[in-house]
T-cell receptor, first 113, second 118 residues
């Protein structure tokens, strides 16, 4: 089974801090995604990557950046955390052959105080 | 613009009842994919089904069934004889074929929280 591991289940940070959310997958999937989930809004795509060192903006990239230096790791970066970035962050992977489903991590609940 | 609407925010049923979760979508593309995911209390979304726009055949998998109707732009999900373990948030999602066929760039509905009581 694919394993998608997010480094923290719960994280508390202060406004203005730089925050790194890490996601690691163990099945050599090509594609990786970061979503945020908010009550009443469902899941929204922040950034995604189809290859190492490649990134594409999703629907709500403002205030975020990403890094993919190795195939198995996809990091989401909040350059200067703000309270409106308090949310559940979900990482997902996809094999990348075009007939796909997403595999999700368990999520990181980030609170920005 | 693409959009997925799950009008039912929360549904509560008693075990063994049948329940249908509604999903209505909007897209201008002729080629697209529809999905259902389940999010149990543990938080990890689990894939249930993927259906492409050219296949309107209904699908049944155990107690789960899906009804895809292009005429009404709907992709409804029915659980027959519900069980407590079915309690979760269910998301319907839409993807248009792009980026080499990846379906990861999904548009999600807001989800329906299903509570099945014993």
């Amino acid at each position: 089974d694919v394993k998608v591991t997010q480094s923290s289940r719960y994280l508390v940070k202060r406004t203005g801090e730089k925050v790194f959310l890490e996601c690691v997958q163990d099945m050599d999937h090509e594609n990786m995604f970061w979503y945020r989930q908010d009550p009443g809004l469902g899941l929204r795509l922040i950034y995604f990557s189809y290859d190492v060192k490649m990134k594409e903006k999703g629907d709500i990239p403002e205030g975020y950046s990403v890094s993919r230096e190795k195939k198995e790791r996809f990091s989401l970066i909040l350059e200067s955390a703000s309270t409106n970035q308090t949310s559940m962050y979900l990482c997902a992977t996809e094999r990348g052959t075009g007939d796909e489903k997403l595999f999700f991590g368990s999520g990181t609940q980030l609170s920005v105080l | 613009a693409q959009k997925v609407t799950q009008a039912q925010t929360e549904i509560s049923v008693v075990e063994k009842e049948d329940v249908t979760l509604d999903c209505v979508y909007e897209t201008r593309d002729t080629t697209y994919y529809l999905f259902w995911y389940k999010q149990p209390p543990s938080g990890e979304l689990v894939f249930l089904i993927r259906r492409n726009s050219f296949d309107e055949q209904n699908e049944i998998s155990g107690r789960y069934s899906w009804n895809f109707q292009k005429s009404t732009s709907s992709f409804n999900f029915t659980i027959t004889a519900s069980q407590v373990v079915d309690s979760a948030v269910y998301f319907c999602a839409l993807s248009e074929a792009n980026y080499g066929g990846s379906q990861g760039n999904l548009i999600f509905g807001k989800g329906t929280k299903l509570s099945v009581k014993p």
